[in-house]
């Protein structure tokens, strides 16, 4: 994985490229993939305009940065949180965890999420960002639970998490736990 | 649940409004509600612009009316489906089914789910349509499964569906069956 972007410099700076397409998340979340143009994210990044077409080779080219980072960043909390745990134990309350508080506990990456989907869904080269997104998360599974097990966990944590995000009634967390007991019963652990 | 629409008559039409709403399911599908105008819809509608405001009180009005729609119509569909099952057995076959072979097999409904999907991350006025669509997506599935399972197996089918749609590696039918298979075992089937 590449590092995180160091904060950005205002002027001159050789992290501008950075800074638009972290602009360009800001512009998405703001105005939807069909909303966001050259223009406005290069505004929002404090650029020329000629920037954009410097650093980007197109619109295509910039989304598939921009959701490649989001996918990322929010891989890696998700690896950071399964990371504090130490047994099978505790990573089925971190999964449990990651359902009741974290993920699209901002309005933001809800948002940015189904942004991305939508876009996947219209245009099969932006599968490449959701299958690598999904692998990932997968592989973080798998330190604790057997692949199959891994699998099923990484679609039940996408249901439960939209079901909980796109519903106006409350989700109750024994449903996520007996979700999880029931899925990971019997299954092995994997070894760490 | 009200009666599906009934074919669409050409011109001096009663049937004008339900015309307006299929040809606004269109147009999202076809240029995304962010690219969706009244000009679009009641072209396609093949209708005159005072048609739109004379029917529906606003883009948010049309909207809601053609989502609930799709909603509906993809609720008609996994109810008969699941109407054929007899047993625990051939309801989770239809479930397995459903996932492998039914949702999403057409782009026309991924792209509008996912539409959707982003309206309501935005627009918390359009989850009234998704919580509409999962409380009967769960009803349907207790005619089978006691009320925890059925809650679960609604979240899985969305997950496993979501990520068979957007991953571009085949989902292996096995993971499916084994995730239907974990999340009922041990659970009291519902009376029929």
Redesign the interface.
């Known amino acids: 994985m590449p590092p995180a972007p160091a904060p950005a410099a205002r002027r001159h700076d050789p992290e501008r490229r950075d800074r638009i397409i972290d602009a360009c998340l800001d512009v998405i979340a703001e105005s939807?993939?069909?909303?966001t143009s050259h223009r406005k994210v290069a505004q929002a990044a404090d650029v020329p305009l000629g920037s954009m077409t410097y650093h980007f080779s197109g619109m295509n080219d910039l989304l598939s940065e921009a959701f490649s980072r989001f996918a990322r960043t929010t891989s890696n909390a998700f690896e950071e949180r399964m990371a504090a745990a130490h047994d099978a134990d505790t990573a089925k309350q971190a999964v449990a965890d990651t359902v009741t508080q974290v993920v699209f506990s901002n309005?933001r990456d809800?948002?940015l999420?189904?942004?991305l989907?939508?876009l996947?869904?219209?245009d099969?080269a932006f599968?490449?960002i959701?299958?690598a997104w999904?692998a990932r998360s997968r592989r973080t599974l798998e330190q604790y639970f057997e692949p199959?097990t891994a699998?099923?966990l990484?679609?039940?944590?996408?249901?439960?998490t939209?079901?909980r995000?796109?519903?106006?009634?409350p989700q109750e967390t024994?449903?996520v736990t007996?979700?999880i007991e029931?899925?990971t019963?019997g299954?092995p652990a994997a070894m760490r």
């Not at 995000?165 to 009634?169: H, I, K, P």
């Open positions: 939807g993939v069909a909303g309005q809800l948002v999420t189904h942004e989907y939508t996947a869904a219209r099969p599968r490449d959701t299958n999904m199959v699998r099923i990484d679609a039940l944590i996408e249901g439960l939209i079901h995000a796109l519903d106006n009634e024994a449903i007996a979700a029931r899925i019963a299954s």
